[in-house]
């Protein structure tokens, strides 16, 4: 073969590639045009951003579960979720399965009046001799249904339990060693295992088996699960409230970002969790809808209070006055979380906002650390994870801290690790030579700072990480766990916020909006002061 | 053949026992406590201490592994430390849903990938050979997730023609038709790097073969084009590209973990990652076992195969 027609060929080659690539760019082109309308089926479909854990509700950890069980299952006292943030920073407590409930004086005696004519999905009537029956699987290390599991998840709404005692068909009474003025919201809670009421029937049926065949009183039931694929459940026509307008709900764990997106634009769902925070403004220019809130959601870090710098409050205040909250929000996380100016989120009772402790104030925090004799700044390192639920992008928002803190002379070193590494490592609390650890958490509830700074529940023995300890705090938090008057609670909680924010103890950084992107034709979803949502008036209009 | 079949099954009995025990070790070694991440940030020691009781992790490593070893022996694979369920209940549906895609990627790559190879061979150097060479080139450098991104992005967002995820329709689940729509997508991203990797094979094959002489006294004796290329140049390619493609499978089994994310397809791939990052043990062992046996068992059938096509091997093993 001569070199001439190898030449030609060559072009000729060269050309067909580039048609080739021609034909495959018009048809990208296309991916402009409008289809046809959806067909939903009256199917509510919403992408989820993992597997979720099991559907037992007392069982199950973590917000993406409790999202879907709570659907299905209902705790005594509810929170009112069909109040957006904008109109309810914290959602008012409504009655659940508890139609009312009465406290003694001495706050040490509730007696639940349990909800009349409510059956479980199986046909069993709920009573008071049901809801025993759970209490006593979460609790009674005596009873045959008590589960360990349960037990562990739920350890802090039952901490302070006594006794339980069926009074009568739908009176139960519940007595506790010492008042709890946290209680009742606990009893909503459902990030760390929740406190809903599964069938009697179904529990002695299916023992520990019980998430693969849920049974509650929730707006929808269980129809099927296929892992990885699908949780399905179907509305409950003889709910006893609002029963849904929608068929039923599909839960599709999609974990790739960019596949729910592509899910949402194809129609194929029609809500998705956790979108990229770069794909929002396009969706939104799409028509998508945008719904956000300020769930209480808090990315933060601890101090280790054994190391030989952070132990300083100087040095504490200096590093919460060196992190530029604002540009993280806007600049790195494009608005997606508001700049955390609370020990608390702001959807917490007792929140206390504290501008001149977390906003940005480079002069004072180098003036500090120089009252400190650290005026040439310090080395030490932080730890977080990789990935994980409600952590954003923890090793981004690492590196700007870390250049934050290197504008006051303090060299951040970061360590890493793939999530349930990390969760395992922070739980045995901070080693030496680790001066920050970062977690991102919340509730609604004010007890929560009692489990996350409480000189009691130092690690390992709880989720105290960095061994904080001040009497005035756990006096304060102590005065709020048994103040009998609301009101009182309240302002010790204040109190509590406040002495953590004086000692410098965390840093909070930035809390969640939790956006959703929603198709054009979905209404009647509400994004509430919760991580989790309500259903029932979800809408499909077409 | 029986005694290579049987020596065959005998190592594949040691490589199973050796996965399994390098796999304990492994989740062994790395951080992070599947009782800590079943209680979450608020667990207490106490809390804790109870649940790894419970679940058996406060034995001793060689007690649990044997303990393990002892199950499999029955055909236990054992429970989920996370989500308490046996572990072949979990598995089973996951690894059909791996087989079927790795399946129709397979189907794929040996339809298109063999006769392209064998049309370029003999058509080298010319453009058709050159471009098919040149995008198969470029169809084996490409990030799969990528790829998965770009048909997602034209042939369900843009064209509407086939979903974007999943294996049914979430709203009107259906049968075969459904699954076969849903199967495309991550068939055609999961088949492009063996495919061009075979398609390239084939070519260089079937180019050594057609310049060997009995190819020439094949035309010179004037046989048709066809029955040269198909019935006899090819024939003798076979047993290289059968093992090459035995080795892919290996590849697609593996391979398919990120097309499985990209499509939300349910399968091992997805259920490995979750229960690796779970630390869940028993599912993580059993998951490496089932990929272990399928590479092992389809390379025996490869080597069964080239052994039945070329008659020199046939009869040494047969003899």
């Known amino acids: 073969m001569t070199h001439g027609p190898r030449r030609t060929q060559r072009r000729l080659s060269l050309r067909l590639v580039a048609v080739c690539f021609i034909a495959l760019l018009s048809v990208s082109a296309l991916a402009g045009c409008s289809r046809g309308p959806v067909r939903t089926g009256n199917v509510f479909v919403i992408a989820i951003e993992s597997e979720a854990d099991v559907l037992d509700p007392q069982v199950a950890g973590g917000w993406v579960t409790w999202r879907i069980n709570r659907q299905i299952f209902e705790p005594l006292v509810d929170e009112d979720l069909t109040i957006p943030s904008a109109e309810a920073t914290v959602p008012p407590l409504r009655p659940g399965l508890a139609q009312s409930w009465d406290v003694s004086k001495d706050g040490l005696e509730y007696t639940f009046h349990i909800r009349h004519g409510v059956r479980f999905h199986d046909g069993t009537p709920l009573n008071a001799e049901a809801v025993e029956y759970n209490i006593r699987r979460m609790w009674d290390k005596n009873s045959p249904q008590y589960s360990v599991k349960a037990a562990g998840q739920t350890n802090f709404v039952w901490k302070f339990l006594d006794s339980l005692q069926t009074i009568d068909d739908y009176t139960l009474k519940v007595r506790l060693k010492q008042p709890f003025s946290e209680f009742l919201r606990m009893l909503t809670q459902g990030g760390n295992g929740s406190t809903a009421i599964i069938s009697p029937t179904a529990l002695k049926t299916y023992g520990e088996d019980i998430a693969d065949h849920p049974v509650g009183t929730g707006p929808f039931k269980f129809k099927e699960r296929i892992r990885g694929e699908r949780i399905d459940l179907v509305r409950n026509d003889d709910y006893w409230g609002t029963v849904p307008s929608i068929d039923g709900v599909v839960f599709r764990p999609l974990p790739d970002p960019s596949a729910r997106t592509a899910a949402l634009r194809s129609g194929d769902v029609d809500m998705i969790a956790v979108p990229n925070p770069d794909s929002i403004d396009n969706l939104v220019n799409e028509g998508y809808q945008l719904s956000e809130g300020i769930p209480p959601h808090i990315w933060y870090l601890s101090f280790n209070m054994k190391d030989k710098y952070t132990s300083k409050r100087a040095v504490r205040e200096a590093i919460n006055l060196a992190i530029d909250r604002d540009g993280m929000a806007q600049d790195l996380l494009r608005g997606s979380v508001n700049p955390a100016l609370g020990v608390q989120a702001l959807s917490a009772g007792g929140y206390v906002e504290r501008k001149d402790a977390y906003q940005r104030n480079l002069d004072k925090a180098r003036q500090l650390l120089a009252s400190a004799g650290l005026a040439n700044g310090f080395e030490t390192t932080l730890i977080t994870s990789t990935d994980g639920s409600g952590q954003i992008m923890p090793a981004q928002m690492a590196e700007f801290i870390q250049q934050n803190l290197a504008e006051i002379g303090i060299n951040l070193k970061i360590q890493t690790q793939e999530w349930i590494s990390y969760l395992g490592v922070w739980a045995r609390g901070m080693q030496d030579g680790v001066g920050m650890a970062q977690m991102s958490w919340g509730m609604t509830s004010p007890y929560w700072l009692y489990i996350a700074t409480s000189s009691e529940l130092q690690a390992p023995n709880g989720p105290n990480v960095g061994y904080y300890a001040n009497p005035a705090l756990d006096k304060a938090m102590d005065n709020a766990i048994t103040a009998l008057d609301p009101k009182e609670a309240d302002k010790f909680w204040r109190q509590a916020n406040n002495i953590v924010t004086d000692d410098s103890a965390l840093v909070p950084i930035v809390n969640d909006k939790a956006p959703y992107v929603l198709a054009p034709y979905v209404s009647g979803f509400v994004s509430a002061s919760e991580e989790w949502y309500d259903l029932t008036h979800v809408r499909l209009n077409q | ?319």
């Not at chain 2, 406060?58 to 989920?80: A, E, I, T």
């Not at chain 2, 080795?247 to 398919?256: D, M």
């Open chain 2, 1 to 319: 053949m029986t005694r290579v079949i049987g020596s065959r099954l005998f190592s594949t009995i040691l490589v199973l026992f050796g996965v399994s025990l390098i796999v304990f070790l492994l989740l062994q070694m790395v951080p992070g406590d599947p009782a800590v991440t079943i209680l979450g940030s608020g667990a207490t020691a106490e809390t804790v201490a109870a649940l790894r009781t419970e679940l058996g992790l406060d034995r001793s490593l060689p007690v649990q592994f044997f303990d393990y070893l002892g199950g499999l022996l029955h055909g236990d694979l054992g429970r989920s430390l996370t989500i308490n369920t046996p572990v072949t209940d979990i598995m089973l549906p996951r690894f059909a849903n791996t087989l079927i895609l790795t399946a129709a990627a397979l189907v794929l790559c040996i339809l298109v990938a063999v006769p392209l190879g064998v049309i370029a061979a003999h058509k080298q150097y010319s453009i058709f050979d050159r471009a098919s060479m040149m995008i198969s080139l470029a169809g084996a450098s490409v990030p799969v997730y990528w790829f998965g991104l770009l048909l997602i992005g034209i042939f369900a967002i843009g064209l509407g023609w086939l979903p974007t995820s999943g294996m049914y329709n979430p709203r009107f689940p259906g049968g075969v038709g459904d699954l076969s729509a849903h199967l495309i997508l991550p068939a055609i991203a999961a088949a492009l790097v063996p495919l061009a990797v075979i398609a390239r094979m084939t070519r260089s094959v079937m180019i050594d073969i057609l310049q060997q002489d009995y190819i020439r006294t094949l035309r010179a004796s004037g046989l048709a084009t066809t029955s040269v290329l198909w019935r006899h140049a090819l024939r003798n390619a076979l047993p290289p590209i059968v093992n090459i493609i035995g080795l892919q499978v290996g590849y697609l089994l593996g391979g398919v973990v990120f097309v499985e994310v990209v499509f939300g397809w349910p399968g091992l791939g997805q259920q490995l990652y979750t229960s690796i990052t779970q630390r869940d043990i028993p599912v993580v062992q059993a998951g490496v076992l089932f990929i272990a046996l399928a590479f092992v068992i389809i390379n025996l059938f490869a080597d069964v195969a080239v052994g039945l096509l070329d008659p020199r091997t046939r009869r040494k093993v047969g003899s």
